[in-house]
Nanobody, 123 residues
Framework: VQLQACGGGLVQAGGSLRLSCAASGSIISRYAMAWFRQAPGKEREIVVVNTWSDSAYYADSVKGRFTISRDNAKNTVSLQMNSLTPEDTAVYYC??????????????????WGQGTLVTVSS
């Protein structure tokens, strides 16, 4: 599956952004879909992984502020980000892996990645 992410930008602290990831080449219902992020000088970290339609694991740092959703009909997955803080500044990547197997909470679990979209939160 090929992934194309978009929606990043510059936002003030406390604001919101919505990232989208469009998939092609396969249907996302066969995949666990995730968002990762990588801040300057830091390792890539999990933000959220969604396996089944209402099952998602969120990193503690975003729990209650970020929401993942998938639209199987449009073959897209989105990340709604609210109450953003400067600590959320990073390049955000969508990723996909076949359902089953590993938990999907670490980047080596994935073999399909979008190109990354930059989110900058100003204080």
């Amino acid at each position: 599956v090929q992934l194309q992410a978009c929606g990043g930008g510059l936002v003030q602290a406390g604001g919101s952004l919505r990232l989208s990831c469009a998939a092609s080449g396969s249907i996302i219902s066969r995949y666990a879909m995730a968002w990762f992020r990588q801040a300057p000088g830091k390792e890539r970290e999990i933000v959220v992984v969604n396996t089944w339609s209402d099952s998602a694991y969120y990193a503690d740092s975003v729990k209650g502020r970020f929401t993942i959703s998938r639209d199987n009909a449009k073959n897209t997955v989105s990340l709604q980000m609210n109450s953003l803080t400067p600590e959320d500044t990073a390049v955000y990547y969508c990723a996909a892996k076949r359902l089953g197997g590993s938990s999907g909470r670490s980047s080596p679990d994935y073999n399909s990645w979008g190109q990354g979209t930059l989110v900058t939160v100003s204080s």
